[in-house]
């Protein structure tokens, strides 16, 4: 099992931030657009290389992001039309969230079989989480739901103080 730390900066205006594994060293580099249509967040590795891609869709009634990993579209996280409390649902090719995912306390399973946890760290500044990858071979993928899911929650915080993402 490997565990790595996102110690996440989404309202800085670079919306960069990195992954780091348990000797905080970096192990994955995410990279934000800034004020470019579609919002996209770049997933690269330690070489640079691109390893997945998060796209929030364009002109669309209510928000819909895009997760690809190694040019595959993996996921799709939409908001439903609700209106008490935002609830949005994750469609993925044989992915799917178990728990908690809007406080950042869930599971992630390829095709019923756990590859990967995540759990928020309550004792740090800044919105920073645990994520433990039980199949590395889901490591990006695992990663780019992480990193996905904070995406959709910042959009939803900037869209209820009234600004946009």
């Given at each position: 099992m490997k565990?790595l730390?996102?110690?996440q900066?989404?309202?800085?205006?670079?919306?960069?931030?990195?992954?780091k594994d348990q000797?905080?060293?970096?192990v994955?580099?995410v990279?934000?657009?800034f004020?470019?249509?579609p919002?996209?967040?770049?997933?690269?590795?330690t070489k640079?290389?691109?390893?997945?891609?998060?796209t929030?869709?364009?002109?669309?009634f209510?928000?819909?992001?895009f997760?690809?990993?190694?040019?595959?579209?993996?996921?799709?996280?939409?908001?439903?039309f609700?209106i008490?409390?935002?609830?949005?649902?994750?469609?993925?090719?044989g992915?799917?969230?178990?728990?908690?995912w809007?406080?950042?306390d869930f599971?992630i399973?390829q095709?019923?079989?756990?590859?990967?946890?995540?759990?928020?760290?309550?004792?740090s500044?800044?919105?920073s989480?645990k994520?433990?990858i039980?199949?590395?071979?889901?490591?990006a993928v695992?990663?780019?739901?992480?990193?996905a899911?904070d995406?959709?929650?910042?959009?939803?915080a900037a869209a209820a103080?009234?600004?946009?993402?």
């Amino acid at each position: 099992m490997k565990q790595l730390y996102i110690k996440q900066r989404v309202f800085s205006l670079s919306g960069k931030f990195t992954v780091k594994d348990q000797e905080q060293n970096d192990v994955y580099y995410v990279e934000g657009s800034f004020m470019q249509i579609p919002k996209t967040f770049a997933i690269m590795n330690t070489k640079r290389d691109e390893v997945a891609l998060i796209t929030k869709k364009t002109f669309s009634f209510l928000p819909k992001f895009f997760v690809e990993v190694n040019g595959q579209e993996r996921l799709t996280i939409k908001k439903e039309f609700s209106i008490f409390k935002a609830r949005y649902t994750i469609d993925g090719t044989g992915i799917e969230i178990r728990g908690n995912w809007w406080d950042m306390d869930f599971q992630i399973l390829q095709h019923g079989e756990v590859v990967g946890q995540v759990n928020k760290e309550w004792f740090s500044w800044g919105d920073s989480y645990k994520v433990e990858i039980l199949d590395e071979e889901m490591e990006a993928v695992v990663i780019a739901v992480v990193v996905a899911i904070d995406c959709v929650k910042a959009d939803q915080a900037a869209a209820a103080s009234g600004g946009s993402a």
